[in-house]
């Protein structure tokens, strides 16, 4: 994974557990979406920022790969780091920990559109500057 830049704490609820007493596979793919809006939240703004800027973002890709099961009542963080922009994609990387207990990493691309005609589009130089900005 990138180095983390931001990470965001998470306590699971027993809603996302299974009947094995596990978090259900699903959600971690929801927490890492959660993460992903926090860190965005960190460098430009609230998402309203980004598509009043006329740019918006989709998902292209996602993989997930689980070391450790996570539980009712864990306390978690998912730690969100960014690769070098590509033209129009955005390479984010995860790792979900308990502790020092890596629980999950994933990757997420997404790419950028415009965001009236969702046309896809490269990434403005303001968007670039400020996702490679050290924190």
């Known amino acids: 994974m990138s180095s983390e830049r931001f990470g965001m704490p ?13 978090v259900f596979n699903g ?22 920022t980004l598509t009043d800027a006329g ?8 993989e997930l790969q689980f070391r450790r099961p996570a539980h009712f009542d864990d306390d978690l963080v998912i730690g969100v780091g960014f690769d070098p922009l590509g033209r129009t994609s955005l390479r984010s990387t ?8 890596l629980i999950a990493e994933a990757a997420m ?15 403005p130089d303001w968007f670039r500057e400020l ?5």
């Open 109 to 123: 691309i997404h790419v950028c559109v415009d965001a009236t005609t969702l046309e896809k589009q490269p990434w």
């Open 10 to 22: 998470l306590r699971v609820r027993y809603v996302e557990c299974d009947m094995q007493g596990r």
């Open 27 to 48: 959600h971690y793919l929801t927490w890492v979406d959660m993460a992903l809006n926090e860190a965005l939240r960190e460098i430009v703004g609230d998402y309203q």
């Open 131 to 135: 996702i490679h900005a050290p924190h």
């Open 94 to 101: 995860y790792e979900i920990r308990r502790g020092q207990d």
């Open 55 to 62: 740019i918006d973002f989709v998902v292209a890709a996602a």
